[in-house]
């Protein structure tokens, strides 16, 4: 049987390496995106502090700077909070458009894959034909010798 050779295998590696690199990247994306939602937990993890601590600084002995400087840090959480909550949907939507190319980069692949697999089969049949072929001659020349053989 002659060997199979495909000659897209070089552009099915090339896709391979291409869907791999893609899933790296959405890999990657996605673990940003979750270490930034651990940072949106810390931020309001701060600002449930800053609260209890400014109401609690509110009913004792008032301390009117600590209380200035109190309300300061919970607006500057609360703008981190609205920043980092940004920052998160821009992050998911960089990992939608990572998804849609692993995606296009998986039918790409997958295409290149069937058309390997049909020219499989293929020549898989036409070795099998061939060798059916060259049965029968054997068959057909081993008869006719015998033929020959016993007619004289």
Do not use: P
């Not at 020549?123 to 060798?131: D, K, L, M, Y």
Request: proline residues 0%; charged residues 40%.
């Amino acid at each position: 049987m002659r060997r199979f050779r495909f000659r897209l295998q070089a552009v099915l590696d090339h896709a391979h390496r291409l869907e791999e690199a893609a899933e790296l990247a959405l890999a990657a994306l996605a673990a940003e995106r979750q270490r930034m939602q651990e940072e949106l937990g810390k931020l309001e993890r701060q600002r449930r502090e800053t609260e209890r601590e400014l109401a609690a600084r509110q009913l004792g002995r008032l301390d009117l700077e600590r209380i200035r400087v109190l309300r300061a840090h919970l607006e500057h959480t609360c703008t981190r909070i609205v920043e980092q909550l940004l920052a998160i949907q821009e992050q998911e939507g960089k990992m939608e458009l990572a998804r849609a190319e692993l995606v296009a980069r998986m039918k790409r692949r997958q295409v290149l894959e069937r058309l390997r697999s049909e020219q499989w089969s293929r020549h898989r049949q036409q070795e099998q034909a061939r060798e059916s072929r060259e049965l029968d001659e054997l068959s057909s020349t081993r008869y006719a010798r015998q033929a020959l053989g016993a007619g004289t």
